[in-house]
């Protein structure tokens, strides 16, 4: 199953402090991950943590973080800043960061490991009433 459990508990302090709503579609509860545990969580966790501080440094009115699935992948998408066209690669690669003190990691390490799973992560087109969205999807084989 999905981390949304997971995610709510740890980030519920955090959200409600920075007035975040934090939704999901049934298509999110309902679908699955093969795999381990220590290899997916800690990517939510990355792309939830990094969606808390760009939606508190640039204030829309309704922050919102949802997540969805269907049958291409899992979506993280939240209404921040958007990820300009030429960072959308360079997000991935270690050492890059626009978050002021950052160290350019989270990403980079979040790409690996799921590649090593036969996973990948990208950023796609927002889907409707966001502005960023990640996608996970299954590399096809």
């Known amino acids: ?3 949304i459990s997971f995610l709510i ?3 519920k302090t955090r959200l409600e402090r920075h007035e975040i709503q934090f939704k999901h579609t049934k298509g999110f509860q309902n679908s ?3 795999g381990f545990r220590s290899t997916f969580y800690p990517v939510f966790v990355n792309i939830m943590d990094n969606a808390i501080h760009w939606l508190n440094s640039e204030n829309p009115k309704d ?3 949802r997540l969805h699935a269907d049958e291409t992948g899992f979506y993280i998408s939240n209404n921040g800043p958007n990820i300009p066209i030429q960072d959308r690669q360079a997000i991935f690669e270690l050492g890059y960061t626009r ?9 980079h390490i979040s790409k690996e490991v799921l590649n090593a799973e036969n996973y990948d992560i990208e950023v796609v087109e927002p889907r409707e009433g966001s ?3 990640f996608r996970i999807k299954p590399i096809n084989q």
């Open 63 to 65: 922050k919102i973080i």
């Open 131 to 133: 502005t960023t969205t």
């Open 1 to 3: 199953a999905l981390p």
């Open 99 to 107: 978050k002021l003190n950052g160290r350019g990691m989270g990403l």
């Open 32 to 34: 699955k991950i093969w």
């Open 9 to 11: 508990d740890l980030f």
